[in-house]
């Protein structure tokens, strides 16, 4: 019952520096989504994808781009890491349904100095 | 458009009392509703969804909520507080007009709970 797989689980950049977050869920869903946490502000979606092959912009995508490598993995890149990048990240998948609840990993703590 | 607003970003309760914790939405469209709980150090967890089909919910842990399409609410209630419930609450709105399925998704709420 693995559900979704996040890694790492912490990473210290310097800035400048680039990362890839991975992610893979076992679950079959087709819908992928990248979130980022931080506080007072909830999640705050960067990036997903509705299905293999297909990605699209959330609410702040700007610093990252993301890889839908197959069906189980959707990997988060960022190229050039900033301060403002330091946040907790979450990677989760969804069921076909419109009513089908977010299955979420378990998080990527990244800190960018 | 969808939002969702979370009233107090800080909760404290006695253990034994009652929890509740507030969320308002904004949908164009007969809403789906979700509220998750998270643990230090976890990810989240779903603790119940509203689906249109009854708008009083029962999820896991006591918690329940319910639906007021006049109030455009979804506030969550434990009518006994638990040390085990301190944790941070999410509420999250999607519709069926949400493309890719997205859901948005509260502030949050952390619950402390003094013994």
């Known amino acids: 019952n693995a559900g979704v797989t996040q890694t790492p689980k912490f990473q210290v950049l310097k800035t400048g520096q680039s990362m890839t977050l991975q992610c893979a869920q076992d679950?079959?869903?087709?819908?992928m989504y990248w979130y980022r946490q931080d506080p007072g502000m909830g999640l705050r979606l960067i990036y997903y994808?509705?299905?293999?092959?297909?990605?699209d912009k959330g609410e702040v995508p700007n610093g990252y781009n993301v890889s839908r490598l197959n069906k189980r993995e959707f990997s988060l890149r960022l190229e050039s890491a900033a301060p403002s990048q330091t946040s907790v990240y979450f990677c989760?998948?969804?069921?076909?349904?419109?009513?089908?609840?977010?299955?979420f990993g378990n998080g990527t703590r990244l800190t960018v100095t | 458009a969808q939002s969702v607003t979370q009233l107090g970003s800080h909760v404290s309760v006695s253990e034994g009392a009652l929890v509740l914790l507030r969320c308002n939405y904004s949908?164009?469209?007969?809403?789906?509703l979700f509220w998750y709980v998270q643990y230090p150090n976890q990810g989240l967890q779903l603790l119940l969804k509203?689906?249109?089909?009854?708008?009083l919910v029962k999820g896991i842990n006591d918690f329940e909520a319910e639906f007021k399409k006049s109030e455009t609410s979804f506030h969550l209630t434990k009518p006994s507080a638990h040390m085990s419930d301190a944790a941070e609450y999410f509420c999250a709105v999607s519709s069926s007009k949400a493309a890719g399925n997205k859901l948005t998704f509260g502030g949050g709420t952390r619950v402390l709970v003094k013994p």
């Open positions: 509203y689906t249109s089909a009854a708008t």
């Open positions: 949908s164009s469209v007969p809403p789906y």
């Open positions: 994808s509705a299905s293999e092959g297909t990605t």
């Open positions: 989760a998948s969804k069921g076909p349904s419109h009513n089908s609840p977010l299955h």
């Open positions: 679950m079959n869903h087709n819908s």
